[in-house]
């Protein structure tokens, strides 16, 4: 991980789009925010880009704090560890090189959509969602089963790449 001020401030200026930096702890951990967007009067999500030619791609710094959610496209990424404990806002993932999502945020304030994936496992999957799961791009069935029973979530089939996973009680609440 990189824990240099300068180096982080780099990183991120270099690999995420619409967000700034409101902290860099001693630790290196990195508070983001994302800018609001006077027209749509509802921030953007800090988003992560990764090199596609990247193979095996971690993420080099920890995220302490994200507000406004967080989008991650990153063909190669391997692993969700980085990211905050609770993130505030969603968290759309478009990440083919995933097989669990082991380092994902414990609480996601938001929607999780996971739209690119090769899940193999739910190992990782947030204890708390505050409103709804979206899985796409065929999901496998094994998958789904073992998030229905994770979720206890109604199943609306959207179209035939694309399902909805809506909490039968507010999984935030369950704990």
């Not at 920890?62 to 969700?80: D, M, P, V």
């Not at 905050?84 to 996601?108: F, I």
């Not at 998958?143 to 694309?162: M, N, T």
Request: net charge negative; glycine share 6%; aromatic share 4%.
């Amino acid at each position: 991980m990189i824990t240099d001020p300068k180096e982080i401030t780099a990183w991120v200026r270099r690999n995420m789009n619409d967000c700034e930096i409101t902290q860099i702890h001693p630790d290196g951990t990195v508070d983001l925010t994302a800018p609001n967007d006077d027209d749509a009067n509802f921030p953007y999500e800090p988003t992560i880009i990764a090199n596609a030619r990247l193979k095996n791609f971690r993420l080099p710094i920890k995220i302490g704090r994200c507000e406004g959610g967080l989008l991650i496209e990153a063909k190669a990424l391997a692993s969700l560890e980085g990211l905050p404990t609770v993130l505030e806002g969603p968290l759309h993932l478009m990440t083919p090189g995933l097989t669990t999502l082991r380092g994902c945020p414990r609480e996601v304030q938001g929607w999780l959509n996971i739209e690119e994936h090769n899940l193999t496992s739910l190992e990782g999957l947030p204890s708390r969602i505050k409103d709804h799961i979206e899985l796409m791009n065929k999901p496998d069935l094994g998958l789904l089963r073992l998030l229905l029973v994770e979720s206890l979530s109604e199943v609306e089939i959207i179209e035939e790449d694309y399902v909805l996973l809506r909490p039968v009680t507010d999984i935030i609440n369950r704990y």
